[in-house]
């Protein structure tokens, strides 16, 4: 039985005593994890792993032995409470032996989370998954986490969003890296506000970005488009650790903004205009593109390129002005064109 996102969270949340289980699939192995971990502590309680409730079964030893699973589902602990069986790294080769296991699964068995990778839709393990009554099929895409995530983690972390800056601050890094590096972050903002009861800020989220790790021109610039000023110095600190010349982030600046220009200037057809762009930006960049080009409009667009061409012909002149210094002002200024 297939769950949408929505369904799927409620589930990990507190899974169904009466179903069987899950496949949990999809490109985000942090994600994956996560949901995962989430579910067994529901399913089993915390006690579960030195309580030995909790069995843990290796894709390849199944393929040697399919009745492991079968017997794995079946067998008894000597503690009382639930049991849960986890096996990881399924592939369609296992399809067979899991549908024996759930053909002679009843009431009483442990309770089963399978975790692949990403399957494609005609795949016979995810369309054993989606066909059974019993077992649910999650599919997680590898998009960035949503409001209802985002509020879930922080909530989990102690963490209050009532201050709308640190939360449109923590929606914005959420785009820019994935979803493994952003739970390793609300971690690392949760320990940094571990002393102060108040609601994240913005300088807050800028205090514990990861520093770690290569960054890119594009993520620079959703900050930018994204409005989020607050991050601009940072984020510019590291393109140029590694080596990123002042004048190459200009160019990509107003490659950026022309792109955004074409997409506002088409609003009611942005969503196919932004593959007349070349190259077109990854499906993971497109919704915050598409939302830049809508909150910033034409007119706002037109002024952010001119300032960049202004900045563009300062860094080809003569000038004895620090080229970083004037790419971190153009940029700050188009970050805040929002505000005024």
């Known amino acids: 039985m297939k769950l949408n996102p929505r369904d799927a969270a409620a589930w990990a949340r507190k899974p169904d005593a009466r179903a069987i289980g899950a496949l949990i699939c999809g490109e985000d192995a942090a ?9 067994a502590l529901a399913i089993a309680g915390p006690l579960a792993e030195p309580e030995m409730r909790v ?9 040697k032995d399919a009745s492991l699973l079968t017997d794995a589902l079946r067998a008894a602990s000597f503690f009382p409470g639930p049991r849960l069986v986890l ?3 399924a592939t369609d080769g296992l399809a067979g032996a899991l549908q024996a296991a759930l053909d002679g699964w009843q009431a009483g068995d442990a309770q089963l989370i399978v975790t692949a990778g990403a399957l494609p839709a ?8 989606e066909g059974h ?12 986490p949503g409001p209802e995530e985002i509020a879930a983690l922080a909530q989990a972390a102690g963490l209050s969003l009532a201050d709308q800056g640190g939360k449109q601050a923590l929606t914005d890094l959420s785009r820019l ?7 390793q972050m609300i971690d690392r903002l949760a320990l940094y ?4 009861p108040g609601p994240v800020t913005a300088a807050d989220v800028a205090a514990t970005a990861p520093l770690s790790g290569e960054v890119e021109a594009d993520d620079l610039l959703d900050l930018v488009g994204l409005q989020a000023a607050a991050q601009v110095p940072l984020m510019l600190a590291r393109l140029y650790a590694q080596g990123v010349a002042p004048t190459g982030i200009c160019i990509a600046a107003v490659r950026h903004f022309k792109g955004l220009h074409l997409l506002a200037s088409e609003p009611g057809n942005a969503g196919a205009a932004i593959f007349r762009q070349r190259p077109p930006p990854p499906f993971r960049r497109r919704d915050s593109v598409l939302r830049q080009a809508r909150d910033l409009g034409s007119a706002r667009i037109e002024r952010a390129l001119g300032i960049l061409l ?12 620090p080229q970083q210094a004037l790419v971190e002002r153009a940029l700050i200024r188009i970050a805040m064109l929002g505000r005024g």
């Not at 079964?57 to 199944?62: H, V």
């Not at 890296?177 to 739970?183: A, E, P, V, W």
């Not at 506000?193 to 102060?196: A, F, I």
């Open 31 to 39: 994600r994956i994890a996560a949901m995962r971990r989430e579910a």
């Open 55 to 63: 069995t843990h079964l290796a894709a390849a030893d199944l393929r």
């Open 87 to 89: 096996l990881d790294d």
């Open 122 to 129: 005609k795949s016979p393990l995810r369309k054993l998954a």
């Open 133 to 144: 009554p019993a077992l649910f099929c999650i599919v997680l895409a590898d998009d960035p």
């Open 177 to 183: 890296i994935d979803s493994g590096s952003f739970r």
């Open 193 to 196: 506000k571990l002393s102060d």
């Open 310 to 321: 202004d900045t563009d012909l300062d860094l080809r002149s003569s000038s004895a002005a």
